[in-house]
C-alpha cells in the first residue's frame, strides 16, 4: 500500500517570498511522484513529475521539487511567488514496478498569496 | 490540453434519484478513472477503468457504478443520489505505456443532490 501527506493544508505567504509545499509518502515498492496544481473551478494539471534520475526536478511555471529517498519526501518550492500562484496543490505517488499503476493522491494543500 | 469532456458541468439533483455523469476522451488512453473532491479530503478515487469492460473499485466505491462500453466513453451512475454524495466529480485519463505518463483530469461536474 502507499500513501501521501502533506503537511500543511494552507501556507500563506506575500508576494515575492520564496515558498515550500511539504509532501511526505509512504510504499513498500519504488515510486513515481507528482505534482498537480488546481486553479479555481478547474481540474488539475501536471506541475511536475519524478520518475527516475536528477533527483532535483524542474516543472512549468518556475517550481522544483527534490526527491529524497532517505527521507520519503518530495517538497515542492519556488524561490519567488506571484498572486496568480494562488491555488491548490497536490502531491502523488504511484508505484514504479510490481504493483498497482493507480495514484494516490494527498488531501492538497492551498497555497495563498498575498499582495 | 488533452482531449477529456465531462458532462453535465453541473448538476442539481433531489435524494434517491439516479444520476449518470459522462467522461469522453479523444486521446485514445487506456485508463479512465472517477474522483471524487470534497473539503478536508482532497481527491479520492471511485472506480477506474483499464480498457474497454474491465473496471474495478476505489476506496470510496460504495453507492457508485461505472460503465465502460467504448474506450472513449467513462460513464458514473449513482444509482440512487444521497446528500453524502454532493461533491465535484472529476475524471482523468492516462496511459501508463507512455513513460507512466501522468492523470489528464477534466474540468469537474459539480454535483449537488439536495
Known amino acids: 500500500a502507499q500513501s501521501v501527506t502533506q503537511l500543511d493544508s494552507q501556507v500563506p505567504v506575500f508576494e515575492e517570498a520564496p515558498v515550500e509545499l511539504r509532501c511526505n509518502y509512504s510504499s513498500s515498492v519504488s515510486v513515481y511522484l507528482f505534482w498537480y496544481v488546481q486553479y479555481p473551478n478547474q481540474g488539475l494539471q501536471l506541475l511536475l513529475k519524478?520518475?527516475?534520475?536528477?533527483?532535483l526536478v524542474k516543472g512549468i511555471n518556475g517550481f522544483e521539487a527534490e526527491f529524497n529517498k532517505s527521507q520519503t519526501s518530495f517538497h515542492l518550492r519556488k524561490p519567488s511567488v506571484h498572486i496568480s500562484d494562488t491555488a491548490e496543490y497536490f502531491c502523488?505517488?504511484?508505484?514504479?514496478?510490481?504493483?498497482?499503476?493507480?495514484?494516490?493522491f494527498g488531501r492538497g494543500t492551498s497555497l495563498i498569496v498575498h499582495p | 490540453d488533452a482531449g477529456i469532456t465531462q458532462s453535465p458541468r453541473h448538476k442539481v439533483t433531489e435524494t434517491g434519484t439516479p444520476v449518470t455523469l459522462r467522461c469522453h476522451q479523444t486521446e485514445n488512453h487506456r485508463y479512465m478513472y472517477w474522483y471524487r473532491q470534497d473539503p478536508g479530503h482532497g481527491l479520492r478515487l471511485i472506480h477506474y477503468?483499464?480498457?474497454?469492460?474491465?473496471?474495478d473499485k476505489g476506496e470510496v466505491s460504495d453507492g457508485y457504478s461505472v460503465s465502460r462500453s467504448k474506450t472513449e466513453d467513462f460513464l458514473l451512475t449513482l444509482e440512487s443520489a444521497t446528500s453524502s454524495q454532493t461533491s465535484v466529480y472529476f475524471c482523468?485519463?492516462?496511459?501508463?505505456?507512455?513513460?507512466?505518463?501522468?492523470?489528464?483530469f477534466g474540468n469537474g461536474t459539480r454535483l449537488t443532490v439536495t
Open positions: 502523488a505517488v504511484s508505484q514504479a514496478s510490481g504493483g498497482s499503476y493507480i495514484p494516490t
Open positions: 519524478y520518475l527516475s534520475g536528477s533527483t
Open positions: 477503468s483499464y480498457g474497454v469492460k474491465d473496471t
Open positions: 482523468a485519463i492516462s496511459e501508463p505505456s507512455l513513460n507512466n505518463s501522468p492523470l489528464h
